[in-house]
């Protein structure tokens, strides 16, 4: 007997029929707040180990205000509308507020696709910095770790006067969770920032969704954007649904705390056996925008699968297989890549996720399935293509067997799977 699931693969819902019965690891259902808006203006009055914006904002003569790039979303135009409305009646001017979006070392975003998350009018309405990690003149020495990170962040954050960061709290492969001290690192670091914190022995060798505790690269990441002086965070916590669970405003630390154990709440899946096969989807659009993103999948798959297992990456990709891709193409081997990675360390040119990719597919057989990506290009970067996931799952299940146990993770980009051994 047959399971039906639908999975998510770039902007569309893909109803799947499974041959065979399945476990589906889905967050538990939290309802979203009714009004996003309501609760943004909440969480700036009520915040968490800092005072209300409106007495950090009072005197001050500009201010700036980190935004995520297209490959994170979240409510960040109304967050911008709510910070920007105190801002304002405190005696800063539109043009005195600047939005300095984060790309870390991602590529820039039209104005077109920055308005689609932040809409129009906020993309006309104030001055926006474009972050780029490799041109020293916009960056800024602020000093250094203790832990040997020197902290070169954007001139533009670094000279302004209040410092806001705005993002979401999710979990996240290295970080932990997303949001917080991530918007200055990596999100508006220099190159030579990024490579230091990005390889070993700060990246942690194992995937870290939810880990903060002994974590290194939070820890670090929590010290650089502590000397940039950050002054208040604005972060969403959201559900698969993209509800807004909770804003959490305030302290650097306090507030992205509470948001982490809120989305903790959230996000942590029990996973009642060990699968020989996992389908997993990092969620859609924009979480399967490109490889770079979709490998976050194979991340979560990572944590359930043993040795030797099936995963199916089902991701539509439309920017392709970007730098990683090309990188996996030319090498001879995943050993390969794996080797020159921890021989030259993080690189703007996509080694890290080609490094991430080669290592799972050493360990896993990797198909990828409903991608703009070519069966013949999957091939050359150590993958199987196919054009559906029951065409995958097919295969698979000839190399498994009938009998072969599947787990099925929609929205595996952030799930952190606690496996009940």
Not at 24 to 41: L, S
Not at 206 to 219: Q, Y
Request: charged share 20%; glycine share 10%; with cysteine.
């Amino acid at each position: 007997m047959g399971q039906e699931v639908t999975l998510r693969i770039g902007h569309d819902p893909v109803r799947v029929d499974l041959p065979v019965p399945a476990d589906v690891a889905e967050p538990r259902y939290t309802p979203g707040v009714a009004d996003k808006r309501a609760e943004i203006a909440r969480s700036l009055a009520e915040p968490i180990g800092a005072p209300p914006l409106r007495e950090l904002a009072r005197g001050r003569r500009d201010a700036a205000i980190v935004i995520n790039d297209i490959t994170r979303p979240y409510p960040g135009g109304l967050m911008v509308e709510e910070i920007a409305r105190v801002l304002n009646e405190c005696g800063l001017a539109d043009s005195q507020i600047r939005l300095i979006v984060a790309y870390g070392h991602h590529r820039p975003n039209t104005a077109g696709e920055l308005a689609s998350i932040y809409g129009e009018e906020v993309v006309r309405r104030f001055p926006i910095v474009h972050h780029d990690a490799q041109d020293p003149a916009g960056l800024t020495d602020l000093g250094r770790t203790a832990g040997g990170v020197e902290v070169v962040v954007n001139s533009a954050f670094a000279q302004a006067d209040l410092k806001i960061l705005t993002g979401c709290i999710a979990p996240h492969q290295f970080a932990g969770f997303s949001g917080g001290r991530k918007s200055v690192l990596p999100g508006i670091a220099g190159l030579e920032t990024l490579k230091r914190h990005h390889s070993f022995p700060i990246r942690p060798e194992k995937i870290s969704l939810g880990v903060l505790e002994g974590n290194r690269f939070h820890e670090e990441a929590i010290a650089a954007a502590r000397i940039a002086k950050v002054d208040f965070i604005v972060n969403a916590v959201e559900t698969p649904q993209r509800e807004l669970v909770r804003c959490v405003s305030g302290d650097l630390e306090a507030a992205f705390y509470a948001g982490a154990e809120v989305s903790r709440q959230i996000w942590t899946v029990p996973i009642p056996q060990t699968p020989d096969i996992v389908i997993v989807s990092p969620g859609g659009y924009p979480r399967d925008f490109d490889l770079h993103q979709s490998q976050k999948a194979l991340g979560c798959a990572e944590m359930v699968c043993p040795p030797g297992g099936g995963i199916i990456l089902c991701a539509r990709c439309p920017d392709g297989a970007g730098k990683p891709g090309a990188l996996l193409r030319q090498a001879g081997s995943p050993d390969e890549l794996i080797a020159a990675f921890l021989r030259q360390g993080f690189q703007p040119n996509g080694n890290g996720k080609a490094y991430m990719l080669a290592r799972a597919a050493k360990r896993f057989h990797i198909a990828l399935a409903g991608s703009t990506i070519s069966q013949q290009e999957a091939r050359e970067m150590f993958m199987d293509g196919y054009g559906t996931v029951e065409e995958a799952l097919a295969v698979m299940l000839e190399r498994y067997g009938p009998d072969a146990r599947i787990l099925v993770i929609p929205n595996a980009s952030e799930i952190i799977p606690a496996v009940e051994r």
